[in-house]
């Protein structure tokens, strides 16, 4: 081993330090997450633009700080401000994570080149180059010169030219590829990946800058590297959908400033990613007519309901164990609210296989939909479609009852606006909604209610 360098094992998982390789994490008691890394002994701590700046330290007291949301940026993309709780807030460190194609890179270069009309904004890429960037900027129209280019991942250069341009808004992309000279380790080790966002905050914070972070995703879906790199940055989006499909869905699951219930719902088109305004129409676009095992159920991402169509296809099994499958909602909740079927109505399931699938490859795993579930479950099982004009939501409970939901007024409104004329709703619901003009209301307080309906 070279002199002046001594290994040193992380946890991926929450970063945690540890002379030698351990099983189990001691911090959190995750299995076989340690890596080696080597490290320089000769760094001593304060290398940091905080501790460098420490002397600068001012204590100030709470009631003289003044914060209001007219310190926001508008992105020029609803859908974004919308998950972002209002816009950018100055200051802000925000993680955008995502599969690889899905349209990271491309939703942030569009942010820049509505943003860049008013505002100075540096682009720094540590995986394209200036012409790649160019190409893919043709796609999407024109820019104006307030947008600036950086092709680097030195961690060093960056921040020297973050403090000389003194921009608005910087995008990083991606986390992975930066590289500190004072870290021996490769970029995107655990402590590359630390030590790169902790220079990015400390940026952010001191010269009161947004900046906007892009970091890759593992199999399982979470972002690469430490842990710890979640819980520094403000806010966390993830951009979900199937990259072969067209559409895509931002969703925050930490943020500081505003709701994690948000969504927002984008269309991948060549000039790149156009906002879907109305998702309800868009997932519902294609629905089959007269089809048994069809039903339209009503969830709500935050404060935004979005009808969606449940699909269910029930057929006698031809092996000794049924087969059940679920796509875009639980597999457990699918297999818990069959259990209800076969013991309150007396249905027959257990020589049947069952698959359920909301249409247009949405996840969803809110409650509200169970009762659309079962609905849709008992009418493949019996080949009896629903009226197409009908729409049902409520959580059903292992007693059969249907159980209350959240904001139904705004559900109806929703399912009055796209010309629904029928809503099965929990009974207990009904207080709660405004009577509505041209929709019919049908409270329910039981499954065998509302299957009697159909």
Not at 52 to 61: D, I, L, S
Not at 91 to 112: F, M, N, R
Not at 173 to 179: E, L, P, R, V
Not at 423 to 447: A, D, F, H, N, Y
Request: hydrophobic share 40%.
């Amino acid at each position: 081993m070279a002199k002046g360098k001594k290994s040193i094992f992380f946890c991926q998982n929450c970063g945690h330090e540890e002379a030698k390789w351990l099983g189990q994490c001691p911090a959190c008691k995750e299995w076989n997450t340690f890596v080696e890394e080597r490290i320089d002994s000769g760094i001593t701590k304060g290398t940091t633009v905080a501790a460098r700046a420490v002397h600068e330290a001012k204590v100030v007291p709470l009631t003289e700080v003044t914060a209001d949301d007219d310190t926001r940026s508008e992105t020029g993309i609803k859908e974004l401000d919308r998950v972002l709780g209002g816009g950018i807030v100055p200051g802000s460190l925000v993680l955008v994570g995502g599969d690889p194609g899905i349209g990271k890179s491309t939703l942030l270069l569009q942010v820049c080149q509505r943003m860049a009309q008013m505002k100075k904004i540096l682009y720094i890429s540590g995986e394209e180059s200036q012409a790649q960037i160019k190409l893919r900027a043709n796609r999407m129209g024109n820019f104006t010169s307030g947008l600036l280019l950086l092709c680097e991942t030195n961690l060093g250069i960056i921040r020297s030219v973050i403090e000389k341009e003194r921009p608005e808004l910087v995008i990083i992309d991606s986390i992975q590829t930066m590289y500190s000279e004072d870290v021996t380790s490769a970029p995107g080790s655990v402590s590359q990946v630390r030590e790169s966002t902790n220079v990015f905050m400390q940026l952010a914070k001191g010269l009161c800058i947004p900046i906007f972070i892009v970091g890759h995703v593992t199999k399982e879906g979470t972002v690469a590297g430490p842990r710890v790199l979640e819980h520094m940055v403000d806010t966390v989006l993830y951009f979900e959908g199937d990259r072969h499909a067209s559409y895509r869905i931002l969703r925050a699951v930490k943020n500081r400033f505003g709701s994690t219930n948000e969504i927002g719902v984008f269309e991948m088109r060549q000039s790149g990613l156009v906002e879907v305004e109305n998702p309800s129409e868009y997932m519902l676009s294609g629905k089959p007519e007269n089809a048994s095992g069809s039903v339209v159920a009503c969830s709500m991402e935050g404060t935004r309901p979005i009808l969606l169509e449940i699909q269910a296809l029930v057929c006698r099994t031809n092996f000794g164990m049924p087969r059940r499958t679920a796509a875009g909602t639980d597999y457990n909740r699918v297999n818990l609210l069959m259990a209800v079927l076969e013991k309150r109505l007396g249905m027959s399931l257990g020589n049947c296989d069952a698959y359920v699938n909301i249409a247009g490859g949405i996840k969803m795993n809110e409650p509200a939909i169970d009762l659309g579930i079962v609905m849709a479950l008992v009418s493949s099982y019996r080949n009896r479609p629903i009226d197409e004009k009908t729409i049902v939501f409520g959580e059903v409970g292992l007693s059969g009852e249907v159980r209350a939901v959240n904001m139904p007024e705004q559900r109806v409104a929703e399912a009055k606006k796209l010309g629904f004329e029928t809503c099965i709703l929990p009974e207990i619901s009904l207080k709660m909604v405004k009577e509505i003009q041209g929709i019919r209301l049908v409270g329910v307080k039981t499954v065998n209610e509302a299957v009697g309906i159909i």
